[in-house]
């Protein structure tokens, strides 16, 4: 079936994390190089980002940190992101896909902050959502079901398997994507993309790019 709708996810699909990492290396004065080969080495070992960052900082607790850091530099970037960070490629690629009659979504899991800083960009897309105001996150079913439901919005009596999911990471993307009945693209860049694209699990995915413009041709061969 030809894809009308492509959903993006937004950390390392859209967004540039780097500056952010970066920013929490600082926080905790330790090293960039240090920072971000050790949390490297958790995720290849199978642990999480959370479990990195403990390994680094013992006891760290995201909300409680989070917290402190806003109290503390109320007005400052901490932990968010901004025009800055977007991929180059992402405006250009959704001019694109627009262009051909696609419609453009962004669903991820984000902080309820993301939304406002998503809309301020304009980048044209038919709908945001954001996991903490969904009240639901990846991987789960309903994540999807919402996916689903604010893609029809644009696209009313949208299928699922008319949708297009593109994101960083087989176990929180395609996998739970293909499940929902939608086509997955994975994409190689990021701290999980290019570890996630080498594995067998990868297979699922519809196709493998390594950036938006590869996306856009792979979708718009199937419009």
Known sequence: MAIRTVVFDVGETLVDETRIFARWADRFEIPHMAFFGTIGG???DGGTLTDGFRLLVPGFDLAAESARWHAEDPHGEREHFGEKDLYPDVRPAFETM?????????????????????????????GIGISDTWGVKKPQEEFFDRVLELSAVARPGIAAEEILYVG????????????????????RRGIYGYRHAASAEAAAADVIADDLHAVAEWALGRA
Do not use: F, K, T, W
Request: charged residues 20%; without cysteine.
């Open 98 to 126: 627009r262009g051909a009659g696609l419609s453009l979504v962004i669903a991820g899991n984000q902080p309820p902050e993301a939304g406002p800083a998503l809309e301020a960009m304009g980048l044209g897309v038919d």
């Open 42 to 44: 958790v995720l290849s």
């Open 168 to 187: 960083d990471r087989v176990d929180n993307d395609v996998l739970p994507a293909r499940r929902a009945g939608m086509a997955a693209a994975l994409l």
